[in-house]
């Protein structure tokens, strides 16, 4: 009855060396027929050219340096917060240690008061809530929890295709098998209860299934499940909310449908939810914060989870940026407009359309995230080329690109995936659209008979 999603953000992708070793190159004099290196297979808004978030910033800049607090050219609401959030801290001071080993309690307080406002009014625990230096570091918490057993007993985690690149190695490193479940494309990425049965059916004999893993909105395909979804299929949230920008779409949590079960299923099933200051709302994953929501996990268990990180209590400054990311400026405060005018949800549409615009593409349309996962074309002598090479054609299809227009892309075969299909991964942040938009018309890498030749 253990049933597990995270929030996952790309942060690390398997073209960063060979990107790194082009960038160095290209700093360094090393003639290539491009200026600079364009990564668009990153969740990083940051690197992707957002710019970082002022009242954030701000917030933060003075609770390093209270002096600021007298400083009248920041917004009167951004010294307030910061003086809020210094009187949080032991000592008044962000250089002191997290006063518990799971956050400080007052910010435990406000995401689950954020919780509550979003589930509209399904209570949460604040100590339910457990801070830590990003969602990777929680997700391993928790699949090294699982974990167990060997060969038919081994621990399996029922997984997406396409799911985050940066899993597999995770459920590897941490002893468990991966289950593997296909999305469907043709339905806008959507979870199949038969199909789902059928993982499951494979599954039994070579490992024991206890979990699930669901993004919502999906990584890196962008759907969002809706309520019917949840209904039929019950896992839990995974909160890529701030970014659901379909029609006739929202962001209803799995914890909010779970709780509006009977209670075979509300007070039984065990859930945990990951959230980040790595979303596409802040954008801030160089800070590296994040939380996990534990319901229905059994006390005994629910306490050694707690204890896996009692001699390493999660950072403050991070803790300060989630307090900021679950209480933004208000209708009325100095800080609100300009705070409400950041968003890369439209992007995602405005790509979308004009991807399916050309030839040897097709997108489903994104409704959530920061990532599109449009379907190649690719022409029959790339394929061959591939096979010579003894790579995917997706593979040698980004290598290209790479080498010769300094365009990183993530090949979709990194994200699980193995139909007849190629697929790529791309963020969708505003500032690279445009550059998105040139590369594909400049290239006709997709082209029958000429790619990159």
Not at 180 to 208: F, I, N, S
Not at 299 to 324: C, G, T
Request: hydrophobic share 35%; net charge negative.
């Amino acid at each position: 009855k253990c049933f597990l999603s995270c929030f996952f953000l790309e942060e690390i992708y398997t073209d960063d060396t060979e990107c790194k070793l082009i960038l160095h190159n290209t700093l360094n004099g090393v003639t290539k027929p491009f200026q600079q290196v364009i990564d668009v297979s990153s969740g990083d808004p940051h690197r992707a050219g957002m710019a970082p978030m002022s009242f954030v910033r701000q917030v933060l800049a003075v609770c390093l340096y209270p002096e600021l607090l007298t400083e009248k050219s920041l917004p009167l609401d951004a010294r307030q917060r910061a003086q809020k959030l210094m009187g949080a801290c032991s000592g008044g001071s962000v250089g002191s240690y997290s006063l518990t080993s799971c956050g400080i309690p007052c910010i435990q307080k406000s995401v689950a008061e954020f919780i509550m406002r979003r589930d509209g009014g399904v209570s949460s625990n604040p100590e339910d809530i457990i801070f830590s230096s990003g969602s990777q570091k929680t997700v391993m918490m928790v699949l090294h929890l699982l974990a167990s057993g060997e060969g038919e007993t081994q621990t399996g985690v029922l997984t997406p295709r396409p799911c985050p690149h940066t899993l597999p190695p995770l459920l590897d490193e941490a002893g468990v098998t991966l289950v593997p479940y296909q999305l469907m494309e043709d339905r806008g990425w959507t979870v199949d209860l038969d199909e789902l049965h059928q993982a499951l059916k494979t599954a039994r004999g070579r490992c024991e299934p206890r979990a699930i893993y669901i993004s919502n909105p999906g990584n890196p395909t962008g759907d969002v499940a809706s309520k019917s979804c949840s209904h039929q299929f019950l896992v839990l949230n995974n909160v890529y909310q701030d970014s659901v920008y379909g029609q006739e779409k929202e962001f209803i949590s799995y914890k909010r449908v779970l709780f509006e079960m009977d209670k075979e299923y509300s007070e039984t099933v065990e859930l945990v939810s990951f959230h980040s200051i790595s979303s596409a709302c802040m954008g801030e994953a160089g800070l590296r914060g994040g939380y996990m929501e534990v319901i229905n996990m059994d006390p005994a268990v629910n306490k050694y989870l707690r204890s896996m990180q009692d001699s390493s209590s999660p950072p403050v400054l991070p803790q300060l940026a989630l307090e900021i990311m679950v209480n933004p400026p208000t209708p009325g405060q100095p800080s609100y407009k300009m705070y409400s005018q950041t968003t890369l949800s439209q992007n995602a549409q405005r790509a979308c359309e004009f991807l399916n615009d050309l030839p040897g593409v097709n997108c489903q349309p994104g409704m959530g995230g920061v990532f599109l996962y449009p379907c190649l074309h690719l022409p029959p002598q790339m394929i061959e080329e591939a096979k010579m090479l003894g790579v995917e054609a997706d593979v040698l299809y980004c290598q290209k690109l790479l080498e010769e227009e300094g365009i990183c892309l993530g090949a979709g075969c990194e994200n699980g995936h193995e139909d007849p299909n190629y697929h790529i991964r791309a963020a969708s942040s505003a500032l690279l659209l445009c550059f998105m938009c040139l590369f594909f018309v400049l290239c006709v890498f997709l082209s029958p008979s000429n790619y990159f030749y």
